[in-house]
């Protein structure tokens, strides 16, 4: 046989201090709903009392006045909800206006007032769907010239659908101050094979050649690259590791 002696229940526990109050759940689209409809009970408290009085000193049948004001209390009720919803929803909308935010239907302001993280991927409404080049780097981020160059042949090389990426390399080697530069380097790289992206491979590669020397330039997901490689090649000498193709020129 044992006791148990409680020492504490609720929020004053080590886990129930965790869970969020009633108060923190309140999100704003309630409490907008909720300050609109304390608006409403005022007016019918007020407007029914009106309606009673004004109908019974015309009318003189106080039971009809009685009946009459208890219709319209009961009336406003459906009529006004719609209202007030719309009311919170539209001032909702129009405070999202100042942190830069459009919200095109005012019905998803409730669904999006309740939510505490939103995260969002691009869509290229706003950014015309476009990738830019800026900045081109080697294993540990510095600027690498030799990855740009693979990137270049192998975007400039490969037949199947282009992508963004694509697209940003071939329009970064059409700058003026570097486009001799890349048709002298498609000139001395000559393709002979490729292997298009299919979605069991995830991958695209072409094969060029070079004074007899074949290399291999794989482009796809880094998961899907780094496991078919054995080295990494760091300022021209190769360490044990699992980036790049060890070719037979290597």
């Known amino acids: 046989m044992a006791r148990g002696v409680v020492f504490a229940v609720g929020s004053n526990t080590v886990y129930g201090g965790f869970s969020p109050s009633d108060e923190e759940r309140k999100k704003g689209f309630d409490k907008g709903s909720n300050s609109i409809a304390y608006v409403f009970i005022k007016f019918t408290a007020v407007l029914v009392p009106v309606v009673f009085a004004v109908n019974g000193l015309t009318k003189g049948n106080w039971i009809t006045a009685l009946l009459f004001s208890l219709s319209v209390a009961v009336g406003l009720t459906p009529e006004m909800l719609p209202m007030v919803i719309n009311a919170c929803l539209a001032n909702g909308s129009y ?54 160059d693979y990137a270049f042949l192998n975007s400039v090389y490969h037949t199947g659908l282009k992508n963004h990426l694509d697209s940003a390399m071939l329009k970064f080697s059409e700058i003026p101050s570097l486009s001799g530069r890349f048709k002298e380097l498609k000139s001395k790289y000559k393709k002979t094979d490729e292997m298009p992206f299919d979605y069991n491979r995830k991958c695209s590669s072409v094969l060029v050649e070079m004074n007899g020397c074949n290399t291999i330039i794989l482009k796809g997901g880094i998961d899907d690259v780094i496991k078919r490689c054995k080295y990494i090649e760091y300022k021209g000498k190769k360490n044990g590791g699992k980036i790049r193709f060890k070719s037979r020129c290597a």
Do not use: H, P
């Open 95 to 148: 405070k999202m206006k100042s942190k830069e935010t459009i919200v095109k239907n005012i019905n998803a302001m409730q669904r999006f007032g309740s939510m505490d993280i939103l995260c969002v991927d691009k869509t290229g409404t706003l950014t015309n769907d476009t990738v830019l080049l800026e900045y081109y780097m080697d294993i540990l981020g510095n600027e690498s010239k030799k990855t740009l």
